[in-house]
């Protein structure tokens, strides 16, 4: 018998041995049940009811008892077609099979019956929880089976060391000067420009926290949010230094911290047989099979993505296609705010696409690989019109050239056209600026993976991926009056040499558990990284290896120990050296414990 509500049958069950007794029968029937009740259970609550006599009882399990003899005698043969019960009767139909103790098997309960036992089971149940002292079970809401909660936790401690002879003169902070109010370069001895620490070691004990909700709405319609920590509004890092607080202000003093909207977005996934299709908007995970090479493993994409696949469940060949369009910078509804003349809009934008496919190789080798291409429109900074500069708060036609947020590596220059004037010195003072990434960027990236299976249950993958940068022309660049990435300036040649660069791979080998599913499951991994000042825009590049950003090089070996199904211990060390330019260098050791729900 099927209830209409899941929560009665439970309670049900639950109650047979008391309910069978108070009708004259044995509590041992209840062994003898189908996944409902017994048809001597529902006879005697029809009795009980009123809705048979005794007898009428009697005779309906006399006759289904001779019915299942004569079946057992006759299996042979077809039973005819069952004719369809008459609405709101209150017959009992049972089967002709019958089990070897004799047990009568019922098929078919008449709706009114369906809820007379249902209340009778209940109200049954009620008394006897109240009689135990028992507080009343509470159906569980319809809504909670279509919405899962999930969150994880990171406690890292962190180590970054610099090697002697760094230097720290060229270590311009962008992300500081481009972020605020300009600085005039000619004043650094009454205001000094801001610049990144690459000679003071620090150990910091820093945390992650997340959670996100993701609701089903119904025909292939999905909706997430998540929730996480952060020390500022990084789109590479949700990273919290305890003990540390916002924007690189001394001390934290047990103060509370941030959390910050870092996912939101509707996805939709409809049912398309043999072919997977997913849409999403909003801000979500990376859509793109790639590494950290390109973009940081904690980057979120704002904008709208398309993903389609299919697979060949003959060959187990498995292509896709993903594409998106993602909004990098919009230009504010009031710039400029202090003009009466509005600016026109100067947004940035990310259009994307990959192609790839899955495939297995034999029985114990299967590969993936990807092509992309990422090309950003108007983030490569121009030079503005002649504009007059004479406090920080001027403005100049390209001022939002600059970008919103970077690391550390891409090559810049100055942005404004200062106009000399008595004013500023004839260009000697108040030279007000802002600096903007030297080269435009379209990032051709291939990406791989290839598993080996031949060890099991050990595994062994490799992955690696390759970039290069389209858009990146060297002499442009070199002739800009550049402010970082040359060597060699001289009074003969002030502009020095050009010494960035437009390439990038990273390759590492694992070995162990792909996933770690139970106790004491592991896996280990070894890799090498070099990625050129120009090959991507250092914004959404790891803000791990090297401390953050391009024009680095070295290796990254990690190790990582399940402790439970949930809870994971990694060990990871990173040493980082300059490609090219003033010397730099950074290790980096981070010991995380994790846990997920």
Known sequence: MRYKNEFFARRAALAMATILPAFGLPAAAHAQTDPDLTSKLLIAILVKKGVLTRADANSILEEAQSAAAAAQQTAAAPPPPAPAPAANTTTVTVSSSQTPDGTIHVTYIPPVVQD??????????????????LPPATPVPNWVSHVKITGDFRIRDELD??????DNLDAYNFNALNTGSPFDVTNQAAIPLPYLNVDQNRDRLRIRARLAVTADLGEGFTLGLRLATGENDSPVSENQTLGGAPNGAQGGAFSKYAIWLDRAYLSYSPDLDDIGLNLEAGRFDNPFFSTNLIWADDLGFDGVAGQLSYKDEDTGFAPFFTAGAFPVYNTDFNFASNQTTKDPSHDKWLFAAQAGATMPIGDNYAAKFGVADYLFTNVQGKVSTPCAVLSSSS???TDDDRPSFAQSGNTYFPLRNIIATTANGEDTTLQYQYFGLASGFNELAATG??????????????DGEYVRNLAFDKRDIAGKGLVNNVINSTQSNPLGTFVGGNTGFYVTANIGDKVLLTRWDWNAMLGYKYVQSDAVIDAFDDSDFGLGGTNLKGYIIAANVALSRKVWVRLRYESADEVSGPPYAADVFQLDLNAKF
Do not use: K, Y
């Not at 089971?121 to 002292?133: L, Y």
């Open 116 to 133: 007379q036992i249902a209340s009778a089971v209940t109200q049954q149940m009620t008394a006897n929880e109240q009689a135990e002292g």
């Open 161 to 166: 060391l610099f090697p002697r002879g760094n």
């Open 395 to 397: 403005l100049c036609s």
């Open 449 to 462: 993976e290839f598993d080996i299976n031949s060890f099991n249950p050990t595994a062994i993958w490799l």
